[in-house]
């Protein structure tokens, strides 16, 4: 009989530990940089200025981040943009979303947006959209380095014999395993707007 309780209390706490771990990860479907750009309305490397919080009607707590941008990648943005997400502190409330980039003050970025940008945006992907950056070890390299955080990624496989697609897990695309150059993700953003703008017709 004993045993049996233990048994059945051991069961219930691993049972809560399976649910808490899975419970602050968000399923996201993996983006690489391809769809990051073409599912973006506009790319800004730009500084983290300014960060407020507010309430919503129901308690929780959004961040109204504002970046200055210092570089146009895609689209046609003005010297800053407005990012709005759910989650930050407000007082003494705080709500918390897994897979939100987290962004700090003075934080220097390449940013993936999407919305309007003369309005709020939203970081694309969520923290897939987010390059935190920084010097290397020599000072003067810049790398943009991926910051992934409690995300699940899935990707969707072809249909089955009942014609019904499906997700599967998968891992990171390419892009978020390393940190890169800035130069050279800033030139394969590039290459990549361009091929997605119309080709001139000749007169």
Do not use: Y
């Amino acid at each position: 009989m004993l045993r049996s309780v233990l048994a059945m209390i051991l069961a219930t706490c691993l049972g809560l530990l399976t649910f808490s771990s899975t419970a602050w990860a968000t399923t996201l479907e993996r983006l690489d940089l391809q769809e990051l750009v073409v599912n973006s309305d506009a790319v800004v490397i730009g500084q983290v200025t300014r960060i407020e919080t507010e309430l919503d009607e129901r308690g929780r707590v959004h961040s109204i981040i504002e970046v200055r941008v210092d570089e146009s990648l895609k689209g046609a943005p003005g010297q800053t943009v407005t990012i709005r997400q759910l989650g930050g502190v407000h007082g003494d409330i705080g709500t918390r979303v897994a897979g939100m980039p987290r962004l700090n003050v003075d934080d220097q970025a390449m940013l993936f947006l999407s919305g309007d940008v003369h309005q709020a945006v939203a970081v694309t992907g969520m923290a897939q959209g987010f390059f935190r950056l920084a010097l290397g070890p020599d000072n003067r390299t810049e790398f943009a380095i991926p910051q992934l955080h409690n995300i699940n990624l899935v990707e969707r496989v072809s249909p089955d014999e009942l014609n019904a697609s499906r997700l599967q897990q998968v891992a990171p695309a390419e892009l978020h395993r390393q940190a890169h150059t800035l130069d050279n993700l800033r030139a394969r953003v590039l290459d990549l707007v361009q091929s997605q703008q119309p080709a001139r017709e000749l007169p």
